[in-house]
C-alpha cells in the first residue's frame, strides 16, 4: 500500500508528471535469465496509444519505451528493471484556463486540497498518461507468467458497456476486440457504438464503460487468506485506474439476487481435473484461485473533461464557471482495457511469485 | 499487501482459526496516551456477535475481548495492542462430513490447492469469524480518528438490499439500523424481510445483501496519486472481507450510463467553504477524498453453506454431494455491515497518519 | 522496516510489555505441513530463560509457549502461528524508584520523550524480556531452513569475549557452549569468567560481552544486490537486539588493516565445488552468501541495570542519583547468544524464501 | 526490507548498472512545496565524484543529475522524484579478462551464483558507482529534516582510519575535511596518508577506512521499539554501503570492555534541557534518539580491485588467476564518506516522518 508502487515480490514504482520530461517505472523482483526487449512491451503500449482513431484522445505521443537497466544482451538480470517513456507532445499550451480553476471530476481540487502545490499541466500526475506505465509493467509480468507456469496464460479484456448500450453474450468473439475502436468482442453493436460516441461528442458530453477482464490458464491456489486476497489485490489494482468507480468479481452485484444453491459453484471432475460447472466465483473462492478462468468487471466513469460548461471554483474560493477545451478521449473507459489486462497480470505475476515462495 | 496484516501506518496483523483456542489482531502504529478500554471495543464486537436473533448463525460466542499488551493504565503506549478472543463454542462435534468433501462456495478447495493442508473445523482460518478481529480495530482506528481530527467523525454501515428487496432510499433514517436483525435503515422493509429471509432458509436456501458504509467529516485531503489511493485501498479492505464479490465508490456502475456533465459534481461555496452539488464520487477524485461523505458499496454473495444438496468432489477428486448442515447466518451480509465499518474506518486512520506524515 | 515486524515473507510481529499479562508474536509466512510443536519451540526458549545460574537475572519465569493458531494435528497450516507466553513472574512490586526516574542506559528516558507516556514496570516493552518471541520465532524458521534446504544447516553461536577477556580460538569447541554459564566454546576460560563476572557483580557493575554467530549449510545465493543485502539485514536484526551497540561481518573491523590481497579470500576448487581458501568475507560478497559460512559478530554493552549510584534527572527534570535494584544479568550479552541465533537464523529463511520467489 | 528500496515513507528505489545507459533512483514520500533545484542534489554527488585527485578512481564521470518529476516551478509536488544520471564514460574496453573469471572479494560470483546471469562490465549492479543514487536522495532527506526540524540539523562524517592509521581525536577539526583528498579531520596525518596511498598503490595493493558519522540537531524521539529501531535501521543502510563489514554505535565495540557504571551515559540539565554527561550511548537508547549527536562509525574494507594477481575460478569451475587491471580506488572507504551522511540522513528523514505520523 505505497503511494505510487504496487505489488509486493514483483513490484513496480511509478512516477512522472503527464508534461514533463518523461512518465516512468522501475519493475522490481523480476526473475533473471527472462528474454525481454523494448518490442516485447511496445506492443502492449501500442494498444493503449492516443490518437490512434477519433474516439480516443488526438494528443500524438509515440510512447517509445526506452530500458533503462536490469536487462542485459536481451535477457533480464533480475535487477529493476527501469523503464522511461519521453513526453514529446507535452505542448507549452495555454493553461490559464485550468491553472486555477479547478475541474469538476478531475483531481484538480483534491491535488490542491492534499499537497498546497499542483501541476496543472495536462492534470500532471491525476493524468491518465501514467497508465502507460503501468502497461509496461504489465507486458512484463505476462512474461514471467508465460514462462514460469505449465499451462497456456491468456490475459485479455474487453469493453462489455458504452453508456446504455451492453454488448450481446452470445456475439462474444474475441478476434473482433482489436478489430474495432472500442475495443468490443461484438461485432453487431461497432455501428451503434460510432454513432452514439459520435453524437456524445457533439454535445460537448462523455461516456462510461465497462470493461471485462478475464485470465484463462491460471493454476488454483494463488491467494491469501485475509488481507492480500487475490480478489482484494484485484480490487485495489482496478480501483486504482484512473475514472474507475466499481469493480466487480465473477457474478459480482448480481449474485446478491441469487440465491446460495445458484450461486455456489457445484464441482464435477472432468478430464482427470476438478470442473466447477458454473464460474459465479469469478475463479476465486475465500480469496484463492479455483483454477477456473479470473473474471472481473471494471466500471469506467465518464470522461470528466467535456465541453459543456460546469460551476465550479477557483483556488481562491471564488464561484466561476468551467469549460474543459483540448484533446480528450470521450470515453475514456475504452482505453481502460489494455490498463486492466495489466494490472491483472500483475496481480496474478505477484501472486505467483508469493505462491512460488511459501507452498512450493 | 502482506497475507495477514492490513494498513501501512495503522497496521493490524490478524491470526486463528475459527475452532482453535483463539482468534485474535495485533494493532501497530497506534498513538499513544489515547484512552483505551476493553469496552471500547467489545461495545462494536457485541454488533457484530452470532446468535443474536433467527437470521444469525446460532453459534453462542461470547466474542470477548481481551487487551494483552499496548496499554496502561487505561491509555495506549504507542506499542503493538495484542487483541484476543477466545473461541469458547468450537464443539467438538462431528466433522466427517466437511472434513473430506469441499463445500461449494467454500475455500474448502482452493485451501487444499493452495496448502495441501487444511483445517476443516468450522471453516478454519477461512470462516467469517476472523473478522471480528477486524471489527476490534476499527474501534481503534475509530478511536484514532476522533481524537485527532477537528471534525465529528461518523462511520456508518446500513443494509440496502436483501436479495431481490431494496430498501427506499426517501425512507432512509440512521436511526433504525440497529433496530431491526437486518441493519436496514427503512423500517418499512422489514416485515417484507422477515417473510423473505424466513422462506429463504425454510427451502435450505440463501440471501446475498449489498451494504452502504459512508463517512461523514473526514477532510479533503487523505489518498495518494496512484497505488494506494483512498478508492483503491477501500477496494482492497471491502473485496478482502469474507463473502464479498463487488464493490462501488459513490455512484459506481451507474455512473456508466451518465453523462459526464450529469456524472462530474459541480462545485458551489456553502458556509464559506468548498461544497460539492452532488456526490457522484463517493467523496474521491483521482484517489484523494474531496471533503464530502466518503459513500461505498459492497455485495456479499449468498451464504454458501446451505441445506440444499450440492454436487462436489472430495479430497480425492471422486464426485460426490454434500449439504451443509450446522448454525449458520442464512444471509451473511447482514452481519457485515460493522466490518465494512470497521474496514473503513482502518483504510481512513491508515491515510490519515500517512497524510499527516507527508504534508502537513 | 515496521516498528515491532520482521521480515518480508518470513514475517513476525511481536508485541508484549515486560509486566503486562503476557508477551507473544505472530508468524508470518510459514510454509504449510510443517511438523512442529510447542515443544520444538519450548527447548529454544529454555536456552535463554532467566534464573537457571547466578549469571542470569534470578527472575522466575517458565517462559511456557503456546500455540494459539497456525498449527493443526502438528503440521503447519500456512496461516499465522500465534505464540503467546504468559508473564507468570511479573512482582506487583515497588516501582516508586524507577517510575518517575530516568535509568542511566535504559530507555526510560527516550519512551518518555517518544511517546510521553511508559510501562515502567520492568522496563516495559524495551525490556530484554521480548526477545523471547524472536526466540520462539527463529525456533520456525531454523524448521522451514532445515525442510527446505538439502545440506544441512547448523546456526549456533557463542560468546567469544565478556569484559575484556577474550576467549582463545585455538581452544575452540563447539560441545562447551551449553556446558557453561557463559556460553563460551573455550573451557579454559570458564573459571576466570566466574572469578571477574563474581567480583563485577560485587562491586554493583555489570560487563560487556561479544557473541560469534556462526550459520553453516547455507547455499550461496541468497541475498540482495542493494537495500536488502544479506549482510544490512543481519546488521539490522543483530543492532535490533537489546544492549547491541555493534555488528561485524567476517574479519569486520580487523579488515580496515588489511591490504586487498589479504582480504579477498582467493578461490580454488575443492570436492568438485568452488571452495575460498580464506573467509574474511564472513560468507557474503555483495550482499549476497558465498556459500562458506556465514559469520557475524555482535557486542553487547554492559547492563544499564547496576547498583552503584548514578546521576540522572526525574521527569519532570529535577536532577537526582539512582541505584537500581533488583534481578538483573550482570552481563546481559551472555543470554544474547540464543538471540542471535534466532535472529540469524530468520533473516536466512526470509532470504531463502525470496530467492526461491524469484531465482528458481 | 525491500532488494532495491529503501525507507517506510522517505523511500527511494535505486536501479542501474555501472556501464548500462544511466543509473538512477526515484524517491517517494516527499512533503509537498520545498524547494528543490538539480544544483542542490549536485553538489552532494560533486563530492563523491570520482577523477578528482590521484587517491580515487580516475573514471571521468561528470554524474550530472537530472530531475525528471515530482518537482514543479522549483518546489516538490508530493509525487515521486525521479533521479537520473548518465554514464558517460561506460567504455566500451575489453572486459574479456573479467568476462568469465570471479574476481576474488567482488560480487561476481556471487550474482552468478544467485541470478545465473551477471553484467560483468564494471561490476554491473554491485559497482559502487550505484551509491551516487543514494547520495541524491540523501541530499533531498536532507532538505526535508532542515525544512521541517526547529534545530540546525548537520550531518557530516570524516575518515578516521585509513589502514592501520588513525587520525588524533584532539586535532580533530571539521573544516579539514573537504581540504584534504582522504576526507580526514586531521591535517597532520595528510601527508602520512599519502605516503601510504602512494606505497600502498605502488605494489598494488589498497587499503581499508574507517567513517565516522555524526548527526546534530536531531530531537529525542525518533526510533520504534523494536524492529525498525533507529540503530537498526542505521547498521542496516551502512551495512548496505558497498564494501562495508562493520558498523558501531557509540562506543561500539569498546563498550564491551566497560563498566555499566562507565559506559551508561550519567544524566544532568543544562541550560534547561536534559544534558547526557558522556555519549557512549551514541545518541540512541532503547532504539530511540536522545537528543545527542548521533554517533557510527562504519569499516569498509580495501579495495578488492588490485593488481595483485590472485587465484580464482572461472565459470566453468576451472582453476585460474585474475589481475584486476583498471581505474579503481585504492581505498575505496574514502569516498564511503559521502555515502554515510546521505544514508545517515535519509533513515533520520525517515524516522521523523515517521515520529510525526505516530506521535505528534
Redesign the interface.
Known sequence: ?????????F?Y?????SH?????C?V??????LPLTEADIQHFLDRRKPGQNRFATQRQEEDRI?I???V?DG????????L?IENTDARSKDYSEIKDK?R????D???D???????YRGG???SAR?TASRVAAGAIARKVLESQLDTEVIIRAAVV?V??HKISRTNWDWEQVNNNPFFVPDKEIVSTLEEYLDA?RKK???????VEVIASGI???????????L??????????I?A??????????A???????E???????KD?R?HF?TN???G????????QDIVARI????????L?P????DNK?A?TEIVTKGRHDPCV?LRGAPVCEAMLAIVLC?HW????????
Chains 1, 2, 3, 4 share one sequence.
Open positions: 500500500m505505497s503511494s505510487n508502487s504496487f505489488g509486493t515480490l513490484k514504482t511509478t512516477w512522472g508528471e514533463g520530461p518523461a512518465i516512468g522501475v522490481d523482483g523480476v526473475p533473471p535469465r526506452k533503462l537497466s536490469g542485459f535477457r533480464t538480470l533480475g535487477t529493476p528493471i527501469s522511461l479547478y469538476p471530476g478531475h483531481a481540487f483534491t491535488y486540497a492534499k499537497y498546497g502545490i499542483r501541476d500532471g500526475r491525476s501514467e458497456q453508456g446504455p456524445t460537448g458530453s462523455s461516456a462510461g464503460a465497462v493454476p488454483a491456489g494463488l491467494g491469501a487468506p485475509v488481507s492480500s486476497k480478489d482484494a489485490d484485484i480490487a485495489s489494482a482496478m480501483m486504482g484512473n474507475v468507480k466499481g469493480v466487480e468479481i465473477g457474478a459480482g452485484f449474485c446478491v439476487e441469487m440465491g446460495g444453491e450461486n455456489s459453484d457445484q464441482i464435477r471432475m482427470g476438478p460447472l459465479h466465483a469469478g476465486i473462492l475465500g480469496g484463492i484461485s479455483t483454477g466500471a469506467f466513469k465518464p470522461t470528466s473533461s467535456i459543456h460546469m460551476k465550479t471554483i474560493n464561484e473507459g505477484d511469485l508469493r505462491h512460488k515462495a511459501q507452498c512450493t
